[in-house]
């Protein structure tokens, strides 16, 4: 269950008549509630998630967040009673995907280039580099789980649907720069290998990231539209087992220390796949977005930022807007 809130300036008072209205008759939502103050308005609805992505159409339709008013998109996690979700006749396409806010907002949030994003690449480097030496399965997986490398691959995925070039640029940067720190970190693995055991032996997890048969890309191409059906669903929880399934980790880091190692050939087959995985995830991703008819919604930042009251002016009167919703004239007041 979700909460919409639209802040809007009460004049002029057509937008909030149009607004209720257009709800109402377009996508049947009768139950809203209207909060005015004395210079500004919020109109309050709650909706199942799966209807979040056509309320917000019927909204940029009437200009909201782009001429005036600002839109809020709020998950309820418990509602007391539990509400009873209304019937609404919507496309395939959208009663099985959220927002594209929500999305662009998920994806914004895991390809955060800052010292933490950072700092798990090069953690799950050296718990990769690890296993890879010590032949442990057992350890890649914990590698797995926590690289973040996902986050950037999915970001240059929705920047080409969205035409976000910024984001497509900050994809890339992020995706290059993660695979250089999983390189160095399998240079010095590699490195302090050689000094500890002088000799040591290509493993066999080592020789697992080879290249890709067409097995591994069965695998890529299946985890990549799983990563494009979990991105846009409502239920995002198997993003983890994706990440595991596809391996970016280790690949990457495979790459520096087979090279150390002297095995050339492995080193660029590690290398080959590592980018049939990326490939493979951000062209299925794309598909599947495209398939979902996502639509990338018009953007503006109005001269109006939010609402505000004047000490002294606040004067909120709550009315409950439902059913007779043709009937506007206590909003007129």
Known sequence: MSQIQISLPNEPKKNTESIITALNEK???????????????????????NRVPKVLEVLNELGVGIEFGIIDILKLQVTIPELKEDQLDVSEELSSRVSVEEIESSIKEGMELNINYYLFIILAALIAGAGLILNSTAIIIGAMIISPLMGPI?????????????????GIVGQILSVLIALVIGFLLAIVALL??????????????????????????AAGLAVGFATTGIIQSSLVGIAIAVSLMPPAVNIGVTLIFGNVLLSF????????NILAINFMAILILRIKKMKILEK?????????????RLSI????VKKNLKKLDNIKN
């Open 317 to 320: 009167g709550v009315k409950l």
């Open 269 to 276: 087959g590690s290398f080959v796949l590592l980018m049939s």
């Open 300 to 312: 503006n930042y109005p001269f109006w930022q939010g609402p505000e009251e004047k000490a002294g």
């Open 27 to 49: 996508i049947n939502i009768k139950s809203m509630i209207l909060l005015k103050g004395a210079n500004n308005s919020l109109i309050i609805i709650r909706c199942p998630r």
């Open 196 to 221: 500890i055991y002088g000799s040591p032996s290509i493993t066999h997890e080592m020789l697992n990231r080879n290249f890709p048969t067409i097995f591994d890309l069965i695998v890529s191409i």
């Open 154 to 170: 999915l970001g240059v995925s929705y920047g080409i649907i969205s035409k976000n070039y910024l984001l497509i640029k900050k």
